[in-house]
């Protein structure tokens, strides 16, 4: 089992950027594939990026494709999610998730088995 603690979020200005961080805790962490999905008021939680156990495959919705960028460091647990030329769009609560499959890096909230509580960000016009 694995624990999640995500960090980073806030109030910024559209244009401006983010780093959200997503640390882990409990079995090794690089027996996980692991996922960034966010959730606006009143909509579903959407698909955001995700990336293997290695780091060596990610995967982008198309929202965000050449504007976010995810990375892992299995040294310290952490996976994280820089996001540049922010857009009021990307207001939402962002949860980092676990799967058990360490080649996992689909888009379907289902493929993951464990969720972090999530952080804010707001993204101001």
């Known amino acids: 089992q694995v624990q999640l603690v995500e960090s980073g979020g806030g109030l910024v200005q559209a244009g401006n950027s983010l780093r959200l961080s997503c640390a882990a805790s409990?079995?090794?962490?690089?027996?996980?594939?692991m996922g960034w999905f966010r959730q606006a008021p009143g909509k579903e939680r959407e698909f955001v990026a995700a990336i293997t156990w290695s780091g060596g495959s990610t995967y982008y919705a198309d929202s965000v494709k050449g504007r976010f960028t995810i990375s892992r460091d299995n040294a310290k647990n952490t996976v994280y999610l820089q996001m540049n030329s922010l857009k009021p769009e990307d207001t939402a609560v962002y949860y980092c998730a676990a799967s058990n499959d360490p080649h996992y890096s689909g888009s379907y909230h289902w493929g993951y088995d464990y969720w972090g509580q999530g952080t804010q960000v707001t993204v101001s016009s």
């Open positions: 409990g079995r090794t962490f690089s027996s996980y594939a």
